[in-house]
C-alpha cells in the first residue's frame, strides 16, 4: 500500500494539521496527536495517574458539530496553540499557561454554551499518554479504496477526512485491511507496525469535516452494507522509522511453520 497523505490532531474533536512525514518510535503514539483534550465540565482526568477515560466527557464531534466550523493549529516549536473561525484566528495562546487556559474556557464559553455541561477546560496529555477514542489507539490507517467504495454504495462524497486517521494509504483492495489484524505492516528504515484492531465507528463520521452539517449516516451504511461499523485498522508500532507521503508499507510474509517431525 502507499501512504497518500498523513495527518495529526493535537485537539482532540478539533481540526487535522496535514504533514509530510512523521517519525514513528517503538511503542509510540503518532507525533504531535492528541495531545490535548477539552474537558465538558469536570471528567475526573487526573494527570498525575493518567487513566483512559470515555470520550464523552470531552467535547467531540460525535455530539459537538459545530466544532468543525474551527480550525486548529499547534506550533510544535514555539507551543502555542491558535483556533481560527471563517478564516479569521479568533484565539492564540500557551497550552501550558493559566492565561492561555481561561481564554480558552472563556472562547468556548462564548461559542458553544448550550452544548457545555459545565466549565470548558483544557487538558494536557502527560508524557506517554495521549486522548485517543480507543485505548490503543496509537497509529490509525485509512483505506482510501474503502472510503470510495462506501461513497459509491451510498451515492454520495465522502471526505476521507471524517474518519479522522493518521495514515491514508492506496493500492490497497476496498476492505482487505479487515484482514489485517494480527499481521505485521514493513516501511521505510526497519519500520514495523503490529496491527492490533479494526476501527468501529460512531456518529462523529456523520459530521462533514468543513462544514459541521450532520449530513451522513456513516455507521448505519457500514452495517447495512458491510454488516459491520468498521473503517481503518489501529496499529501499534514495533521498531520506529520515518513514514512519508509516497512511501510504500508492505504486509509482512506469514512466517510458515514446518510440518511435525520436519526441522
Same mark, same amino acid.
Given at each position: 500500500?502507499?501512504?497518500?497523505?498523513?495527518?495529526?490532531?493535537?485537539?482532540?474533536?478539533? %481540526?487535522? =494539521?496535514?504533514?509530510?512525514?512523521?517519525?514513528? *518510535? &517503538?511503542?509510540?503514539?503518532?507525533?504531535? $496527536? +492528541? @495531545?490535548? /483534550?477539552?474537558?465538558?465540565?469536570?471528567?475526573?482526568?487526573?494527570?498525575?495517574?493518567?487513566?483512559?477515560?470515555?470520550?464523552?466527557?470531552?467535547?467531540?464531534?460525535?455530539?459537538?458539530?459545530?466544532?468543525?466550523?474551527?480550525?486548529?493549529?499547534?506550533?510544535?516549536?514555539?507551543?502555542?496553540?491558535?483556533? %481560527?473561525? =471563517?478564516?479569521?484566528?479568533?484565539?492564540?495562546? *500557551? &497550552?501550558?499557561?493559566?492565561?492561555?487556559? $481561561? +481564554? @480558552?474556557? /472563556?472562547?468556548?464559553?462564548?461559542?458553544?454554551?448550550?452544548?457545555?455541561?459545565?466549565?470548558?477546560?483544557?487538558?494536557?496529555?502527560?508524557?506517554?499518554?495521549?486522548?485517543?477514542?480507543?485505548?490503543?489507539?496509537?497509529?490509525?490507517?485509512?483505506?482510501?479504496?474503502?472510503?470510495?467504495?462506501?461513497?459509491?454504495?451510498?451515492?454520495?462524497?465522502?471526505?476521507?477526512?471524517?474518519?479522522?486517521?493518521?495514515?491514508?494509504?492506496? $493500492?490497497?483492495?476496498?476492505?482487505?485491511?479487515?484482514?489485517?489484524?494480527?499481521?505485521?505492516?514493513?516501511?521505510?528504515?526497519?519500520?514495523?507496525?503490529?496491527?492490533?484492531?479494526?476501527?468501529?465507528?460512531?456518529?462523529?463520521?456523520?459530521?462533514?469535516?468543513?462544514?459541521?452539517?450532520?449530513?451522513?449516516?456513516?455507521?448505519?451504511?457500514?452495517?447495512?452494507g458491510y454488516g459491520h461499523v468498521d473503517c481503518g485498522i489501529?496499529?501499534?508500532?514495533?521498531?520506529?522509522?520515518?513514514?512519508?507521503?509516497?512511501?510504500?508499507?508492505?504486509?509482512?510474509?506469514?512466517?510458515?511453520?514446518?510440518?511435525?517431525?520436519?526441522?
Open positions: 500500500m502507499r501512504v497518500a497523505s498523513l495527518y495529526r490532531y493535537p485537539v482532540k474533536g478539533l %481540526s487535522p =494539521e496535514p504533514l509530510t512525514s512523521a517519525a514513528l *518510535s &517503538p511503542g509510540g503514539y503518532f507525533p504531535g $496527536d +492528541r @495531545l490535548f /483534550a477539552i474537558e465538558n465540565g469536570p471528567s475526573g482526568f487526573d494527570p498525575a495517574e493518567p487513566v483512559h477515560q470515555p470520550k464523552i466527557k470531552y467535547l467531540m464531534l460525535m455530539r459537538n458539530e459545530s466544532l468543525a466550523r474551527l480550525r486548529t493549529r499547534h506550533d510544535d516549536a514555539g507551543g502555542e496553540l491558535t483556533i %481560527s473561525q =471563517e478564516g479569521r484566528e479568533v484565539l492564540r495562546i *500557551s &497550552p501550558h499557561s493559566p492565561e492561555g487556559h $481561561d +481564554r @480558552l474556557s /472563556a472562547f468556548f464559553e462564548g461559542f458553544m454554551p448550550e452544548e457545555l455541561r459545565g466549565r470548558p477546560r483544557l487538558l494536557a496529555a502527560p508524557e506517554g499518554y495521549r486522548f485517543t477514542d480507543s485505548r490503543s489507539g496509537f497509529v490509525s490507517i485509512i483505506n482510501l479504496a474503502s472510503v470510495a467504495d462506501l461513497a459509491a454504495r451510498m451515492g454520495a462524497e465522502i471526505d476521507p477526512l471524517r474518519f479522522r486517521g493518521n495514515v491514508m494509504v492506496e $493500492d490497497l483492495p476496498a476492505w482487505a485491511e479487515n484482514d489485517l489484524v494480527g499481521r505485521e505492516l514493513e516501511g521505510p528504515g526497519g519500520l514495523r507496525l503490529s496491527v492490533i484492531k479494526r476501527i468501529e465507528r460512531c456518529a462523529a463520521t456523520n459530521v462533514d469535516p468543513t462544514t459541521g452539517a450532520r449530513d451522513l449516516q456513516i455507521p448505519k451504511a457500514l452495517l447495512q489501529y496499529c501499534r508500532v514495533l521498531a520506529g522509522g520515518v513514514i512519508a507521503k509516497g512511501a510504500r508499507l508492505e504486509i509482512a510474509a506469514v512466517a510458515q511453520v514446518a510440518p511435525a517431525g520436519i526441522p
